[in-house]
C-alpha cells in the first residue's frame, strides 16, 4: 500500500474487510469510512473549513474513528483532550487551539464550570451517545453526533498529504502544554512503518486496543493496525477483568500497554499464560517500583517490547526487536522504525556530537516527525537545530544499527559533585532497602553544593527508619551519591498523561529544597 492521506488509510482498511469491536458491537472501517463522509458534510455546514480545529474530548469508539476521517476529509485538525482531564485543561486546551467544534461524551458536569467567554471560538458542542449534566452555553449551539452523521453524502475529500491532520498535547508537567501538530502524510507514513516493524500484517493479527486514543501511544496503534489491515479491539476504557477477557475472547497477537496497566492484569489473572496467542506487547515503564514487571511477564508468555516515543515524534518511533533476547528487549529505546530517520547524541555541555555509547541529549530527524509546535513559531524553533533535528530533552546513547538507548528526561539528570548522575542509580539502592517500595531522588542546591534527597513509598509492614536507610546506601554508594535526606510520602506528584502517569519531579525538587533550606 501507498498511502498519503487519513482517508486514503481509512480506505485502506475497509478494502481489507477490517473489522473493529469497540465495547458496543463489532463495526467495519467501511462503515467507519462511510460514516465520515456524512460527518464531514455536517462539519462543513456549520463552518469548519481546512485548517479549522475540532477539539475532541471523548473515550475510545468508532464515533471518536469516524470524527478524526471526517475530519481528515475536511483538511481540518483534530485536537485530542485527554478523558482525564478536568474543566481548566479543557478550558486551555478548547481555548488555546481556537477550536471552532468540541466533541464530548459522558457526564459533562466539568464543562458547567467552564467560562465560554475564554472559548471565543467555540460555535458547536457535538455530544456523543447519551450525555448528562449538559451546559447552558447560549453562545454554542448543541448538536448530536448522532444527528450528524445522517447529513447528506457527498464524497468530498479536500485533505492532502502535506495538511496538519492532528493535534497532540506535550505532557505540560512544568508549564502549560505544547501542541504537537501532525500531518496526515506524516501520520499514514509511520503506521505503515510501525506495522512493518511489529509484523501487524501476518495473517491472524489482533491488536487490543487499551490505552486511548487521545494519547500518541494509542493513536499510534489505531493507525497502525489500519495500515496492516488487521482486527481492533477497542474497548471504551480499560477495566482489568474485560482486557483479559478479550485478550482470549479474540486471541489477541498484539498490545500497546503501560507498566501499571501490565501489572494489575498480572495480579488479576489466574492463568499462567494470561494472552496465550500474544507475539507483541509493546511497553512504557513509568514506575520505578515495577522495575522487574518485563522479567515477570515474560515469565508468563508475555513477550516484551521496549519502546521509545513523545508527542513530537510519535510512539514507536524506536522499539526494540522481537529477535533480540529479553534483556535487551526490555531496554528502553531501540531501533528506528522508519528506514530513512536518524538519532544522534549531543554533549549538552560542549555541542559536540558524540560517539556510540557516550551519554548525551538525544535528537532525532525523520520524515514522520512533528511540523512543529501550533501557535508558537518561538517554540519550534528553539526545538529543531540548524540542521533539522529535533532536540528531544531525553538523555540516552546511540547504538550500531540505527539504535539508541533512552535513560531518562534531561530535567532528571542530578548534577552531584561535579559529575551527570541518573537518578535511577541511586533509586535503585533505596529501592533494594527492605523497607522501601518505591523510590524516586531529585538534588536539591544547599551552600555546599546539590546533595540528593529520596522520597520514598514504605514497603507494606514497614515504617520509615530514615537513618537505617541511609546508612545502608552508604555501604554501595559513594558519599556525593548517597542521599542526605529520605523522607517518606503517601504518593508521588503525579500527572496523568494520555500515554501514561509521569512523576512531577519538579515538585518533589521543591519539596527538597525546602527540606533543605539554610543547610
Known amino acids: 500500500m501507498t498511502s498519503h492521506t487519513i482517508t486514503e488509510l481509512y480506505a485502506y482498511a475497509a478494502d481489507g474487510g477490517v473489522d473493529i469491536f469497540d465495547g458496543h458491537g463489532t463495526s467495519t472501517a467501511a462503515s467507519i469510512l462511510k460514516r465520515s463522509d456524512h460527518v464531514s458534510t455536517a462539519l462543513r455546514d456549520i463552518g469548519v473549513r481546512p485548517g479549522d480545529r475540532v477539539a475532541a474530548w471523548l473515550e475510545n469508539s468508532n464515533a471518536y474513528l469516524s470524527l478524526h476521517a471526517a475530519c481528515a476529509r475536511l483538511g481540518a485538525i483534530l485536537v485530542a483532550i485527554n478523558t482525564r482531564f478536568g474543566a481548566a485543561e479543557i478550558a486551555d486546551i478548547t481555548g488555546r487551539s481556537g477550536a471552532k467544534v468540541l466533541a464530548v461524551n459522558g457526564d459533562l458536569s466539568e464543562l458547567t464550570n467552564i467560562d465560554t467567554n475564554d472559548l471565543s471560538n467555540l460555535t458547536h458542542l457535538i455530544t456523543v451517545g447519551i450525555c448528562t449534566q449538559m451546559p447552558a452555553?447560549?453562545?454554542?449551539?448543541?448538536?448530536?453526533?448522532?444527528?450528524?452523521?445522517?447529513?447528506?453524502?457527498?464524497?468530498?475529500?479536500?485533505?492532502?498529504?502535506?495538511?496538519?491532520?492532528?493535534?497532540?498535547?506535550?505532557?505540560?508537567?512544568?508549564?502549560?502544554?505544547?501542541?504537537?501538530?501532525?500531518?496526515?502524510?506524516?501520520?499514514?507514513?509511520?503506521?505503515?512503518?510501525?506495522?512493518?516493524?511489529?509484523?501487524?500484517?501476518?495473517?491472524?493479527?489482533?491488536?487490543?486496543?487499551?490505552?486511548?486514543?487521545?494519547?500518541?501511544?494509542?493513536?499510534?496503534?489505531?493507525?497502525?493496525?489500519?495500515?496492516?489491515?488487521?482486527?481492533?479491539?477497542?474497548?471504551?476504557?480499560?477495566r482489568v477483568i474485560n482486557a483479559l477477557d478479550l485478550g482470549t475472547r479474540y486471541d489477541v497477537t498484539h498490545m500497546f500497554i503501560t507498566d501499571d496497566m501490565l501489572h494489575?492484569?498480572?495480579?488479576?489473572?489466574?492463568?499462567?499464560?494470561?494472552?496465550?496467542?500474544?507475539?507483541?506487547?509493546?511497553y512504557a515503564g513509568f514506575n520505578t517500583w515495577l522495575h522487574d514487571l518485563p522479567a515477570r511477564a515474560e515469565a508468563r508468555g508475555i513477550p516484551v517490547q521496549g519502546a521509545f516515543g513523545m508527542s513530537e515524534v510519535f510512539a514507536i518511533f524506536a522499539g526494540r526487536p522481537m529477535a533480540a533476547p529479553p534483556s535487551e528487549r526490555h531496554r528502553p529505546g531501540g531501533t528506528l522504525v522508519s528506514t530513512t530517520a536518524a538519532v544522534r547524541a549531543r554533549d549538552p555541555e560542549t555541542g559536540v556530537i558524540l560517539a556510540h555509547g557516550e551519554i548525551g541529549e538525544l535528537e532525532f530527524t525523520g520524515p514522520f516527525i512533528m511540523t512543529g509546535y501550533f501557535g508558537s513559531a518561538a517554540a519550534t524553533r528553539d526545538t529543531f537545530t540548524a540542521d533539522g533535528f529535533l532536540r528531544s530533552g531525553d538523555l540516552g546513547y546511540t547504538e550500531p544499527d540505527h539504535s539508541f538507548t533512552y535513560l531518562q528526561r534531561m530535567?532528571?539528570?542530578?548534577?552531584?559533585?561535579?559529575?551527570?548522575?541518573?537518578?535511577?542509580?541511586?533509586?535503585?539502592?533505596?529501592?533494594?532497602?527492605p523497607g522501601v517500595r518505591d523510590a524516586q531522588v531529585v538534588a536539591a542546591g544547599t551552600a555546599a553544593g546539590n546533595r540528593p534527597v529520596a522520597f520514598v513509598i514504605e514497603a507494606d509492614g514497614h515504617e520509615l527508619d530514615e537513618t537505617a536507610v541511609i546508612t545502608y546506601c552508604q555501604q554501595t554508594l559513594p558519599k556525593f551519591k548517597t542521599p542526605v535526606r529520605v523522607v517518606a510520602i503517601d504518593e508521588f506528584p503525579v500527572t496523568r498523561s494520555a500515554n501514561g502517569t509521569k512523576i512531577q519531579r519538579t515538585k518533589l525538587r521543591k519539596m527538597a529544597e525546602d527540606l533543605l533550606a539554610g543547610r
Do not use: Y
Open 411 to 433: 530535567t532528571d539528570t542530578l548534577r552531584l559533585g561535579g559529575f551527570l548522575v541518573a537518578p535511577s542509580e541511586i533509586e535503585g539502592t533505596v529501592m533494594s532497602h
Open 264 to 282: 494489575r492484569m498480572l495480579e488479576e489473572s489466574i492463568d499462567d499464560q494470561p494472552f496465550p496467542m500474544l507475539r507483541s506487547c509493546m
Open 137 to 238: 452555553w447560549p453562545k454554542v449551539t448543541m448538536r448530536t453526533f448522532e444527528d450528524i452523521s445522517s447529513a447528506p453524502s457527498t464524497g468530498i475529500d479536500e485533505g492532502g498529504p502535506a495538511d496538519h491532520s492532528n493535534i497532540f498535547t506535550t505532557s505540560g508537567t512544568t508549564s502549560a502544554p505544547k501542541f504537537a501538530v501532525h500531518s496526515q502524510g506524516a501520520i499514514t507514513g509511520h503506521a505503515l512503518d510501525v506495522a512493518r516493524f511489529l509484523d501487524m500484517t501476518a495473517h491472524g493479527s489482533v491488536n487490543l486496543q487499551l490505552l486511548p486514543f487521545c494519547g500518541v501511544f494509542g493513536f499510534v496503534q489505531v493507525m497502525a493496525t489500519l495500515a496492516a489491515q488487521a482486527t481492533l479491539v477497542m474497548p471504551a476504557g480499560f
